[in-house]
């Protein structure tokens, strides 16, 4: 298994060596334990706007996303991806993500790596955009650090549950971010689950000003 494995990741040479063993790691880890063990999850919809760190991603126009992951002992890789819209060739974006994450008494970590390719576009696998992250959450507040690889620069995304602090019948969040050009986004998501549908509404707030990115209404079965 895990020279299969192998194999696969050294037809990316955008894939360091250290991200190569992280990435084997985990996988090898997920395939040697029992089917039984296993927690699969997923969702499709679409949203009205896809806007990402303050931006839109699809000029302000719908988007159809999914995703599909798996999970085990913490252990847990998924894929998600959207259309996307910059007025040039590319068609949608498609990330993959890998982590761990676990809880120490009341509070919770979570480290991992994520890969942003595009469909489309003239970027090579090897040279799409990368990340690490890892972040920490403490009863409704948390909190999020993304190292761009390439770019050696930093995100830094906060949130608030409101609903792990008063009894709502929806659900709250706020949220805020700043890039390393310390440009600022911030926002609010109210979203309710109705019949293993997710129904949400969020407004986006960019210190950039960006045209087309501050509202976004999104439906998902999730299974």
Same mark, same amino acid.
């Given at each position: /298994?895990? $020279?299969? =494995?192998?194999? #696969?990741?050294?037809?990316?040479? &955008?894939?360091?060596?250290? /991200?190569?063993?992280?990435?084997? !790691?985990?996988?090898?880890?997920?395939?040697?334990? +029992?089917?039984?063990?296993?927690?699969?999850?997923?969702?499709?919809?679409?949203?009205?706007?896809?806007?990402?760190? $303050?931006?839109? *991603?699809?000029?302000?126009?719908?988007?159809? *996303? !999914?995703?599909?992951? #798996?999970?085990?002992?913490?252990?847990?890789?998924?894929?998600?991806?959207?259309?996307?819209?910059?007025?040039?060739?590319?068609?949608?974006?498609?990330?993959?993500?890998? !982590?761990?994450?676990?809880?120490?008494?009341?509070?919770?970590?979570? @480290? &991992?790596?994520?890969?942003?390719?595009?469909?489309?576009?003239?970027?090579?696998?090897?040279?799409?955009?990368?990340?690490?992250?890892?972040?920490?959450?403490? $009863?409704?507040? %948390? $909190? +999020? =650090?993304?190292?761009?690889?390439?770019?050696?620069?930093?995100?830094?995304?906060?949130?608030?549950?409101?609903?792990?602090?008063?009894?709502?019948?929806?659900?709250?969040?706020?949220?805020?971010?700043?890039?390393?050009?310390?440009? /600022?986004?911030?926002?609010? +998501?109210?979203?309710?689950?109705?019949?293993?549908?997710?129904?949400?509404?969020?407004?986006?707030? %960019?210190?950039?000003?960006?045209?087309?990115? +501050?509202? %976004? @209404? !999104?439906?998902?079965?999730?299974?």
């Amino acid at each position: /298994m895990e $020279g299969d =494995i192998r194999c #696969i990741l050294d037809a990316f040479p &955008g894939c360091g060596g250290k /991200m190569k063993k992280v990435i084997i !790691g985990l996988i090898a880890l997920l395939a040697t334990s +029992t089917a039984s063990a296993f927690e699969f999850e997923g969702s499709i919809g679409g949203v009205s706007n896809y806007v990402w760190r $303050g931006a839109t *991603q699809s000029a302000g126009n719908p988007a159809i *996303q !999914g995703s599909i992951g #798996i999970e085990h002992g913490g252990l847990y890789a998924n894929a998600w991806g959207s259309q996307v819209d910059y007025d040039d060739d590319t068609k949608a974006e498609v990330d993959i993500t890998a !982590g761990y994450s676990n809880n120490i008494k009341k509070l919770s970590y979570d @480290v &991992g790596y994520i890969r942003y390719s595009y469909i489309g576009d003239e970027v090579d696998f090897g040279e799409d955009a990368q990340e690490i992250y890892f972040g920490l959450a403490l $009863g409704p507040i %948390s $909190g +999020t =650090i993304y190292r761009d690889i390439d770019n050696d620069s930093n995100y830094y995304a906060g949130a608030l549950a409101v609903n792990e602090i008063v009894e709502l019948p929806i659900d709250i969040s706020g949220f805020v971010g700043r890039n390393a050009d310390s440009n /600022m986004d911030a926002g609010v +998501t109210i979203s309710k689950s109705i019949k293993g549908f997710d129904v949400g509404y969020t407004y986006t707030w %960019s210190e950039e000003d960006i045209e087309d990115s +501050t509202h %976004s @209404v !999104g439906i998902f079965y999730t299974f």
